[in-house]
C-alpha cells in the first residue's frame, strides 16, 4: 500500500492554471477509473472535487478538471483564485479492495 | 443538511486501547458505506477502514490491521472504530467520510477528533 506521488508544492499566479500530477501502478490508478481528488483547509474538513477521473460534484467549479493516463493522473485548476489555497490530494481504489492517496500537494496562489 | 461528527479522541498511553464514533444525519445512513481516514501531525492523508452499508465487507490498511475493528450501526446512524494496541504512530486526527456509492470514494467527511497516543 504504499502512497501515491504527487509534488509537494506548487504554485500559481491568480487567473493562471496549474496542474498537480499523481503517480501510482498497476494495482491502483493504472487499472481503476476510482480516482478522486480532494481539497484540504487545514482545520477544515476535506472536499471532494472530481470522482472517477473526470467528474465534478455538484458545486464544484468547472475551473476544476480531471484527467488519466496509464498509471498516472492530474488535476488542473484553471483561473486560479485565491480560495483555492489548499492542499489537494489524489486517491485510488486499489486491487487489494484498499485506498491510497498521495502524499498531498500544497498549492500556493501567489 | 448532512453533517458526519466524529467524537471519542483523547490523549492515551501506548498499548492502549479506544473507541471512535462517528454520528451521521441529514441522508439515509444505512444506504452508504463509510470509511475511517486519518492525517497525522504535519502528515497526509492515510485510509484506515472501510465498511460497506450493510456491516457483511471490512476492509483495513495494512498498518492497523489486527489492532482496529470498524463497525456499524445503522439504526442510531453511527460508525465506529475501535483501535486496540495503540502506538504513537497512531497519533492523527481521524475523520469518518462517507462512501459516494459506486464511485468508490468519499463525498461528505467530518471535521475529524484528535487522537493522541503518548507516555
Known amino acids: 500500500q504504499s502512497a501515491l506521488t504527487q509534488p509537494a508544492s506548487v504554485s500559481g499566479s491568480p487567473g493562471q492554471s496549474i496542474t498537480i500530477s499523481c503517480t501510482g501502478t498497476?494495482?491502483?490508478?493504472?487499472?481503476?477509473?476510482?480516482v478522486s481528488w480532494c481539497q484540504h483547509h487545514p482545520g477544515k474538513a476535506p472536499k471532494l472535487m472530481i470522482y472517477e477521473v473526470s467528474n465534478r460534484p455538484s458545486g464544484v467549479p468547472d475551473r476544476f478538471s480531471g484527467y488519466k493516463s496509464g498509471n498516472m493522473a492530474s488535476l488542473t485548476i484553471s483561473g486560479l483564485q485565491a480560495e483555492d489555497e489548499a492542499d489537494y490530494y489524489c486517491s485510488s481504489y486499489t486491487s487489494s479492495n484498499t485506498w491510497v492517496f498521495g502524499g498531498g500537494t500544497k498549492l500556493t496562489v501567489l | 443538511q448532512e453533517h458526519l461528527v466524529e467524537s471519542g479522541g483523547g490523549v492515551v498511553q501506548p498499548g492502549s486501547s479506544l473507541r471512535l464514533s462517528c454520528a451521521a444525519s441529514?441522508?439515509?445512513?444505512?444506504?452508504?458505506?463509510m470509511h475511517w481516514v486519518r492525517q497525522a501531525p504535519g502528515k497526509g492523508l492515510e485510509w484506515v477502514s472501510f465498511i460497506s452499508y450493510d456491516g457483511v465487507r471490512e476492509y483495513y490498511a495494512d498498518s492497523v490491521r489486527g489492532r482496529f475493528t470498524i463497525s456499524r450501526d445503522n439504526p442510531k446512524n453511527i460508525v465506529y472504530l475501535e483501535m486496540d494496541s495503540l502506538r504513537t504512530e497512531d497519533t492523527a486526527v481521524y475523520y469518518c467520510?462517507?462512501?459516494?456509492?459506486?464511485?468508490?470514494?468519499?463525498?461528505?467527511w467530518g471535521q475529524g477528533t484528535l487522537v493522541t497516543v503518548s507516555s
Open positions: 498497476n494495482s491502483d490508478i493504472g487499472t481503476y477509473k476510482y
Open positions: 441529514g441522508f439515509i445512513f444505512r444506504g452508504h458505506a
Open positions: 467520510a462517507r462512501d459516494l456509492s459506486y464511485h468508490y470514494t468519499y463525498d461528505l
